[in-house]
């Protein structure tokens, strides 16, 4: 079953390759273009003002731009997964290559998505501090040796998919906000617990997919421009997937589909 609602979740981007492009391609170019000539701009004007005392602030207006770029970015994500979850829920398809605008939806996702990253990193203080002090007393016991290595690449395989599955079963509460049905964290655990273990499963495959893909665009990054542009590819491509793998926990755990 976990296997099966992995492959759902893959096929729903593949055979949807475009409406997920009519959803995400023009915002993201949007907001990567914006950047990239603010991002040229600023040192620019930091190199020819070198010698002016200039420096300072250039860096403190890149500073400044750096963080509310950020939130502009966030911002055009929740837009996106927005779409993409109620394209899939509710067979919303995008009419134009600029996704609709739903503002109460967004900044409800963008809140839960808020609250979402708060619980996780309160979670994961526990098993971090747990990590980076044993990997600070291997390496004072042993010096930069393998063992340090593996002693971290150990702990992470086991936190990497606890954090993944509680990652999961909280995630519900996304493609509620994006349909306009808000549930709160507690609610998101209670739906997912008859899933629990399933859930689990199905986190392992994904992360899994992942490391082959991030293997496979390092790969392809020795490869001049085409590698390149496969790499952007592929990272959009995860972008959607991971949408697309919250969306299928949502549709099992919470209106009780069936992958197919």
Excluded: C
């Excluded at 291997?138 to 010096?143: D, E, H, I, M």
């Amino acid at each position: 079953m976990a296997w099966k609602m992995f492959t759902h979740a893959l096929r729903m981007l593949l055979a949807n390759l475009g409406s997920a492009a009519r959803i995400s391609v023009v915002p993201l170019v949007v907001v990567y273009g914006s950047l990239a000539l603010f991002t040229f701009g600023v040192f620019s004007f930091g190199e020819a003002g070198a010698d002016y005392g200039a420096m300072p602030a250039a860096f403190g207006f890149a500073f400044v731009f750096a963080f509310v770029t950020m939130l502009a970015f966030g911002f055009v994500l929740a837009w996106i997964a927005v779409s993409w979850h109620r394209f899939i829920l509710l067979e919303e398809y995008p009419t134009g290559w600029f996704p609709k605008y739903r503002g109460s939806e967004t900044w409800s996702y963008i809140g839960r998505f808020i609250i979402l990253g708060f619980v996780l990193g309160l979670i994961w203080m526990v098993p971090g501090a747990i990590l980076m002090g044993t990997v600070m007393s291997t390496l004072a016991r042993t010096g930069p040796t393998v063992g340090v290595f593996v002693t971290l690449g150990a702990m992470m395989v086991v936190v990497a998919p606890v954090m993944t599955w509680l990652m999961l079963r909280f995630s519900a509460i996304l493609p509620a906000a994006a349909l306009g049905k808000p549930l709160g964290i507690g609610e998101s655990w209670s739906q997912t617990a008859p899933h629990s273990g399933l859930i689990f499963r199905y986190g392992l495959f994904y992360i899994l997919f992942g490391i082959l893909v991030q293997l496979a665009a390092t790969l392809l990054l020795l490869i001049p421009v085409v590698g390149q542009l496969l790499g952007l590819f592929i990272s959009w491509f995860t972008m959607l997937l991971g949408l697309s793998i919250v969306t299928t926990v949502y549709g099992v755990a919470v209106e009780g589909r069936e992958p197919t």
